[in-house]
């Protein structure tokens, strides 16, 4: 629906943008009044200022029965170009962690941080401080374009140095413009007194976008970021010299779902034409205009680029591009996806120096007896002050490291518990999680919290087998909007009730294609029983060099009817 169909046939939401005065709102006035949590207008407005209120539903029942209200609290989530950020950056969300938060810090899918359990009242003072550290919240939430993600490995080559380049200057040019994000969380100036005037923003004007919007980078040979689920992706296409030439532009991905939706659904991205590097900011502005012009603002659940697109059909949006760029595009080249990587261990960069990818079980950086990762991580932030790049499967980088410092970084993480890379098994380090329970709100069943035990359940039996090193990809979410990117994974697991799950299969390790509902309602317990059958199968009848995914896409999903998963 375009953007000019009146305001009473829109949702919600649409309202709550447009009469903001710039994402203002009554956001300053709330902050400042008593109480523990924000008006549902407000709440909507906090998010694209890159924070969301939350409730530990762990509490729900006890505090019910004791007449108490719900334990409200508020997650914090950074804006980090390309994942890259400094060990001083780092530090600064580790010491916010621990003095606002509840002493923990996440990796993010989209390579951003989240501070978790900051109150109402240390708002402000957690966003000043992350800003104090050169480091942004604004746009990290809400429908913007969200953090552009790309690969974190800083491995020789001028390409990557280019993509790193662009992937900040796209993160600028989408940030919004208006005042009240200094206003309200960094300089205090102009919160106080008079009404909000309006300020259309000059990239998303004054209803932002119908939906989020997600860029990401990748590299034809490592698919790291998984291009194909944002929608916009970038596939970098390097010259003879290796420097970077161009992108193929592909668009329409997005993996959100609605369980027993089935005008719902996740898609990947496809290929709309060729850009040079001097050409893609302004590509990727005129895609991010006719989505602002043309996205559904009625239903949210219909509302990203991919319905768009699938609704008018990819020659339709092709045309509006081209009328937006006054030129026609330039067909893609015949370059695919071809390979990922996790870029766990130890490489060279190419600049005499290294860096360490260390595995993060589903992003949660804490201290816990066996491992004191968030210790660790400081210690070395502290003494070698190396980069803190952050990867899309939530793990983190320690890079810029000198040779001669390899054996003491090493020496150093293990007194703190850190387990050798040789120690953990390939699904393993192949695996992600949301958070689901207790903060998310729209959990129907546990994620970050089991998958850990459901691995070791999973390890023993494919040690069994002999496929501990088997990169399969395994994935699980509390809800099907697909947070941790179930849908193109080799095999899922996602929430549908408290303690079952819908199984899918089927996906490709290298993220170029969906999996399949394989089975419904499974109870927690039941899962790797139902999928040891799977692993059996494979063991056995695999092609040479055949992958988890592409064996059952090819013997187990294309032999019998996808499963029926519904409400």
């Known amino acids: ?47 694209f200022h890159g924070s969301y209120e939350q409730e530990d539903r762990d509490a729900r029942k006890e505090r019910k029965q004791a007449g108490l209200g ?61 800003n104090e550290a050169l480091v942004t919240t604004l746009g990290a939430c809400g429908d913007v374009v969200r953090n552009v993600v790309g690969c974190p490995a800083p491995l020789p080559g001028g390409a990557r140095e280019q993509a790193l380049a662009l992937i900040r200057e796209i993160s600028d040019r989408f940030l919004p413009s208006t005042k009240a994000y200094h206003e309200i969380w960094v300089d205090g100036e102009k919160v106080a007194g008079g009404e909000p005037e309006a300020e259309p923003d000059p990239v998303y004007g004054d209803r932002y976008l119908p939906r989020k919007f997600k860029i990401g980078f990748a590299f034809p040979d490592d698919n790291c970021t998984d291009v194909h689920t944002n929608d916009l992706g970038l596939l970098v296409i390097a010259g003879g010299d290796g420097r970077l030439a161009g992108f193929n532009v592909l668009v329409g991905g997005g993996l959100g779902r609605t369980h027993g939706k089935t005008v719902t659904y996740p898609r990947l991205a496809e290929p709309l034409g060729f850009a040079t590097a001097d050409e893609v900011i302004e590509v ?14 009625v239903d949210r659940r219909r509302a990203r680029l991919k319905y768009l697109l699938d609704e008018r059909g990819i020659e339709w949006f092709r045309a509006e591009v081209e009328r937006i760029l006054g030129r026609p595009l330039t067909a893609p080249l015949p370059v695919e996806v071809t390979g990922v990587h996790d870029h766990l261990g130890w490489h060279r960069q190419g600049d005499g120096r290294w860096f360490f990818g260390i595995f993060v ?87 970050e919290r089991v ?44 929430g549908r009730s408290l303690g079952k799950y819908a199984i899918w299969l089927g996906g490709s390790a290298e993220g170029t294609r969906l999996a399949k509902p394989w089975a419904d309602l499974v109870p927690f317990d ?37 499963a029926e998963v519904a409400a």
């Open 1 to 47: 629906m375009s953007i000019d169909t009146e305001l009473d046939s829109l949702s919600e939401v649409e309202r709550i943008k447009e009469e903001s005065g710039g994402l203002r709102g009554t956001l300053a006035d709330e902050l400042e009044a008593p109480g523990d949590h924000l008006s549902g207008e407000a709440r909507q407005l906090i998010k």
């Open 70 to 130: 719900p334990a409200y609290q508020f997650m914090v989530r950074s804006k980090v170009p390309g994942g890259v950020l400094t060990a001083a950056q780092y530090l600064a969300h580790d010491e916010l962690a621990e003095r606002l938060g509840n002493g923990t810090l996440r990796i993010t899918t989209r390579q951003g941080l989240q501070l978790h359990g900051v109150v109402k009242g240390d708002l402000r003072p957690a966003i000043a401080g992350l």
């Open 284 to 297: 990727a502005a005129a895609i991010v205009a006719v989505q602002r012009e043309h996205g559904n603002r």
């Open 361 to 447: 079980e589903n992003g949660r950086i804490s201290d816990t007896p066996a491992l004191r990762l968030r210790t660790a991580l400081r210690a070395v932030a502290e003494r070698f002050a190396p980069g803190f790049n952050l990867s899309t499967q939530q793990n983190v980088l320690l890079t810029d490291i000198a040779g001669d410092d390899r054996a003491s970084v090493e020496r150093l993480l293990a007194e703190h518990g850190l387990v050798p890379l040789h120690q953990i098994s390939g699904p393993r380090r192949w695996s992600m999680a949301c958070p689901a329970l207790p903060t998310c709100g729209l959990a129907l069943a546990e994620s």
């Open 451 to 494: 998958l850990p035990a459901l691995m070791d359940r999973l390890d023993a039996e494919l040690a069994r087998l002999g496929l501990q090193d088997e990169p399969v990809t395994v994935r699980m979410t509390g809800c099907p909007n697909g947070c941790a990117r179930p849908y193109s994974a080799e095999l899922a697991f996602v």
């Open 526 to 562: 039941e899962l790797v029983p139902a999928v040891l059958p799977l692993f059996e199968r494979f063991a056995r009848e695999r092609g040479a060099g055949e992958k988890f995914g592409d064996f059952h896409r090819r013997v187990t999903l294309e032999a019998a009817p996808a």
